[in-house]
């Protein structure tokens, strides 16, 4: 059984979150959400006996310290993963690049308040607030969920100018999750700065006006990944980052990994999504499987490798296959119809070193 606390459940990833792990009964969720009431996460909490709504706003450290006493009551003083997800940003300024932005002290922080309150004092207040608990739990992960456009290197490629106190909040949350898992390694905890991805977590229809940003967003994160075709959605990118946060431990503790559990590619789409009606654990085997695809396309263009993920869907679909082994058991499946998959079952979670290796050698 583990415990996760997630802040800014209500909506967006935050809720994804939470409707993910929820999904596991053997899970304690705790949604740490400014207002209890609100319909999006109530209605969620009120369909899962595992979810418990904790008052907590990341931007105000004392309603910090009463969520975790909340939270300390409910799980028996511990807590196993701890995921900073509040955000808020000044959005009539969001378009504005550098030079831009006013040259009044006022004004200027006004525009900084609200990231740097949610990323950078609220990455603070909130880990501390539940330290004493994650020190107590048994997996002891800390995230903060950060954003590629922190990355120097795509901002380099990307041209994105714009979005500058967002990006430097998130920088800054980078540099403290860095400082954390240097102070807390030797008490065995691991910390992370997570990016989820693009993805579309608007409420409500798009106006013109966004759907216009979207397409000039979108192009611009085309110069980074030229085959990107869209926002990905929340399901798909908690999916990845429940993966990453698994295999969270001391060797990438302190870094800012992607969705896909890598520093370099922060935006790529899966070439096959999973069809939705598959259940969870499944789907995450498949988004795996999907991602090594994606590196194993690079270097082998022709290899039906694709093929083999939509042969696997509709097989489970159809009760031809068992998940006991997960992606083993795929590959061993896939590789009896001469799709070239038995490679794979040598790379079970491989780590990025053997992807390289193993890319490197063909
Ligand atoms: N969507 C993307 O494409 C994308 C890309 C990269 C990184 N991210 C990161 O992923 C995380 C979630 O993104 P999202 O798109 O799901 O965000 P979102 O829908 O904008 O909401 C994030 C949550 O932050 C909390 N929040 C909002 N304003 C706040 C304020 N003024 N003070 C304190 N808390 C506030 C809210 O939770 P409560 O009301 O429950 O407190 C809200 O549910 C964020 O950290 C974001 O920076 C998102």
């Not at 949604?31 to 999006?40: I, K, L, M, Q, Y």
């Not at 008052?55 to 409910?74: M, Q, V, W």
């Amino acid at each position: 059984m583990s415990s996760y606390a997630i802040t800014g459940a209500s909506k967006g990833i935050g809720r994804e979150f939470v409707r993910q792990l929820a999904a596991n009964t053997a899970n304690t969720v705790l949604a740490v959400v400014r207002d209890p009431e609100s319909p999006g996460i109530s209605e969620l909490a009120s369909k899962y006996a595992n979810v418990h709504l904790i008052k907590g706003d990341a931007t105000d450290p004392k309603s910090l310290l009463e969520a975790a006493s909340t939270a300390a009551a409910i799980t028996g003083g511990t807590l196993d993963v701890l995921i900073h997800n509040s955000n808020a940003v000044d959005m009539a300024s969001a378009g504005l690049s550098p030079s831009q932005l006013p040259f009044d002290a006022e004004a200027l922080r006004a525009i900084y308040d609200k990231p740097l309150s949610t990323a950078v004092y609220g990455g603070i207040w909130t880990t501390n607030a539940f330290l004493p608990l994650i020190e107590k739990g048994t997996q002891k992960k800390i995230v903060h969920i950060s954003s590629a456009m922190a990355d120097s290197q795509l901002i380099k490629t990307s041209g994105i100018s714009y979005a500058v106190p967002y990006a430097a909040a998130k920088a800054g949350m980078n540099v403290q999750v860095a400082k954390y898992a240097a102070e807390l390694a030797p008490k065995g905890i691991k910390v992370l700065a997570l990016s989820p991805g693009w993805v579309d977590t608007w409420e409500g229809e798009k106006s013109p006006e966004v759907q216009q940003i979207l397409e000039v967003m979108l192009k611009e994160f085309q110069a980074v990944e030229p085959e990107l075709k869209g926002q990905i959605s929340p399901e798909e990118s908690v999916g990845k980052c429940l993966q990453v946060i698994e295999r969270l431990d001391a060797e990438n503790s302190g870094l800012l990994l992607s969705q896909h559990g890598n520093t370099t590619k922060w935006l790529r789409i899966m070439q096959q999504m999973p069809d939705s009606s598959l259940p969870l654990e499944v789907r995450s085997r498949i988004l795996e499987l999907s991602e090594f695809a994606n590196l194993y396309r690079a270097k082998s263009p022709s290899h039906p490798f694709l093929a083999s993920i939509i042969a696997i869907q509709n097989a489970y679909k159809s009760g031809q296959l068992v998940v006991r082994e997960g992606m083993v058991s795929y590959c061993k499946w896939a590789s009896q119809y001469g799709n070239g998959i038995e490679e794979v079952i040598l790379l079970e979670r491989p780590t990025s070193e053997e992807h390289r290796l193993f890319l490197s050698n063909r």
